[in-house]
């Protein structure tokens, strides 16, 4: 019996030195990580991050799983309602699941070594058949315009097509949208058209603006500027008016005053053209025989207001026709 107990504790001292030595014996978990431990082949134990002990040779890391989220990127060629091929980049962001359920065989960490054996594979798959599903109900603007949503849907599907397998997907993003040259160059075209009749109707309406305004501003000028003739036609009427009766007040008659007042103004017009000169013509009267009438009428109107004596004024003699 005590060569028994000494034998297993030989056995023990050896195990003791050999994995001290081979570096079996301890072990380190870092943070965020999860290591899988197979006594002889079979499942045994999941650890945490800490510090840990395994039977050298009885004892494996079958394998050390990573706790953080991870992000992988896809290419993915899909057909549109209206028959358009474009090209989305897919990112996707994923982490084992967390959860331990009531045994280790149905926590994330277990399913996601045991039941998967490619996941990042499985999960494109999964992904692109869900994008192929649901892209084709859309026209290729709707895609544009919806791509979080159809993005949202994607990542709904999926995501309990990977809790099976111990793994959550946390999103999935459509990141860009490729589309044919020919395809592309049409939408600018399109765009460049949408934007070049715009720019028409906005300047139409400017322009339009533009009239209306000076039509306004037109017929308010014409209509300042009647009034101002109809005032001053007012005032000349009222000056004749009062320039008649003073002369009337000199003994002259009706006629004869308005002949004075007609001559008083062809002078005037004379003397205007005499000092601007910039006239080219001039239109006289044919006999001066009836200018000279009126010329001595307003000597004799001017003589009679200041009561002085009128020297007869020669007559102009006839012109030769």
Do not use: C
């Not at 001292?13 to 002889?40: C, D, M, P, S």
């Amino acid at each position: 019996m005590p060569q028994l107990i000494g034998l297993v504790l030989l056995v023990l001292v050896v195990f003791l030195v050999v994995g001290l030595v081979t570096g079996n014996l301890f072990f380190v978990v870092k943070q965020q990580h999860a290591v899988i431990i197979e006594r002889l082949g079979k499942f045994y134990k999941i650890v945490g991050a800490g510090f840990h002990v395994k039977i050298p040779f009885v004892d494996r890391k079958a394998a050390t799983v990573s706790l953080r989220t991870m992000k992988n990127g896809f290419n993915i060629d899909v057909k549109t309602e209206d028959n358009v091929t474009i090209g989305l980049e897919i990112s996707a962001q994923y982490h084992v699941s967390y959860e331990r359920g009531e045994t280790p065989q149905q926590s994330g960490v277990y399913k996601s070594y045991y039941m998967l054996q490619q996941p990042v594979a499985q999960m494109r798959d999964f992904i692109t058949d869900a994008l192929r599903s649901s892209i084709p109900v859309y026209t290729l603007d709707e895609v544009f315009a919806k791509k979080d949503d159809i993005a949202k849907d994607v990542n709904a599907t999926v995501s309990e097509q990977m809790a099976a397998y111990g793994f959550t997907l946390v999103s999935t993003l459509i990141t860009k949208i490729a589309l044919p040259a020919e395809v592309e160059d049409s939408m600018n075209q399109i765009n460049a058209a949408q934007r070049t009749k715009a720019a028409a109707q906005d300047l139409a309406e400017a322009d339009r603006i533009r009239r209306v305004t000076e039509a306004v501003a037109e017929a308010e000028a014409m209509e300042k500027a009647g009034e101002g003739i109809a005032n001053q036609r007012k005032a000349i009427a009222s000056g004749i008016s009062e320039s008649l009766a003073t002369i009337q007040e000199t003994g002259v008659s009706a006629a004869e005053a308005n002949q004075l007042f007609m001559f008083t103004q062809w002078t005037e017009m004379m003397s205007d053209f005499a000092k601007t000169g910039k006239s080219s013509t001039v239109v006289l009267p044919s006999d001066f025989t009836s200018t000279a009438s009126m010329f001595e009428q307003m000597v004799a109107a001017g003589a009679a207001g200041e009561g002085a004596k009128v020297p007869p004024v020669p007559p102009i003699p006839p012109t030769e026709k």
